[in-house]
């Protein structure tokens, strides 16, 4: 298996994950304003207020990464995740059904631990670090667990107009801001959901997609269990999330975010946070 240095996109798209937009920004926040169609405008609304909205996220499940331009690729289970609005995460992953353990990250505030057990090394450092990393992406760790605990409520304070409709799938177009950068939304009318959010450049390409899929009814709202995060057609970061419980109390959660804390730093390699390595699938 390869070893690659993946920090600015695995590190980046968990400490999310979790989830949601990178440098990647959306464009400047306006004013609220009104949609300028009203079927749009109440489907929209619609779709934002079914959303469970809550603090605490407790799963497990499974998650595949791809990075084809660098040739890596690892599909992981998640043995568990653990996330608290607005800053703290616990991914821990293991692979051949759970007995080889992949990797195991720990957010808190913005400070971040990454242990690699087959290397046997804690990878530590900040988000900050991250972001100014030459060459990499602008992740915001607080707003992708912002988009994935609270929704899309901002979607709100824009202007849109419908791009398409059809039976299944309803697309909102934001009318241009100066930036000329701009989003695209698209609505399952009939479940009253959000399926994918598009980041788009002046000339219509999209940059940044947000995929969201196999909502649940949970917490009083619907939560989608299946998400994706993607970077064109090169780079992707996929969860598949089961046994979902939201809204337990963070203090609640405490031990979730322990262990990494307790390794044996005697035996334990520790290096920088930007050196980080993990194995991929491919060979």
């Given amino acids: 298996m390869r070893s690659r240095a993946i920090t600015l996109f ?26 300028t169609d009203q079927y749009g405008k109440e489907m929209l609304a619609a779709a934002i207020n079914a959303r469970a909205a809550v603090e605490t996220l ?5 998650m595949r ?25 616990r991914l821990k992953t293991s692979k051949l059904a759970g007995a080889v353990e992949a990797f195991d990250i720990l ?18 450092g ?21 988009r994935l605990l609270h929704g899309s ?33 698209t609505l399952d009318p009939r479940q009253k959901v959000i399926l994918r959010v598009a980041y788009l450049n002046p000339a219509g390409g999209e940059y940044f997609v947000e995929e969201y899929d196999n909502y649940r009814a949970l917490n009083g ?23 979902v419980e939201l809204g337990r109390s963070a203090a609640a959660l405490g031990e979730a975010f ?13 290096q920088p946070l930007q050196d980080a390595r993990v194995d991929s699938d491919e060979q």
Wanted: glycine fraction near 8%.
């Fill in 65 to 89: 990464i791809q990075d084809r331009a660098n040739k890596f690729s690892l599909g992981a289970q998640i043995d568990q995740m653990a996330a608290v609005y607005p800053d703290r995460l």
């Fill in 221 to 243: 709202g619907l939560f989608p269990t299946r998400f994706a995060l993607l970077w064109g057609d090169e780079r992707f970061v996929r969860f598949n999330l089961k046994d």
């Fill in 258 to 270: 322990a262990g990494i804390d307790n390794l044996d730093m005697e035996r334990v390699t520790r």
């Fill in 10 to 35: 695995l590190l980046g798209a968990v400490a999310l994950t979790t989830a949601c937009a990178p440098a990647l920004r959306a464009p400047s926040e306006p004013a609220p304003a009104s949609v």
């Fill in 153 to 185: 409520r901002p979607l709100l304070n824009y202007e849109w107009r419908i791009g398409g409709r059809d039976n299944k799938s309803l697309t909102l177009e934001q009318i241009h801001r100066p930036d000329g950068n701009y989003l695209r939304v």
């Fill in 126 to 146: 900040t988000v900050g670090q991250l972001k100014q990393a030459q060459g990499g992406l602008n992740f915001s760790p607080e707003i992708m667990l912002d």
């Fill in 107 to 124: 957010m808190r505030d913005n400070n971040i631990a990454f242990f690699v057990p087959r290397h046997n090394t804690l990878y530590v």
């Fill in 58 to 62: 407790v799963a497990k499940g499974d």
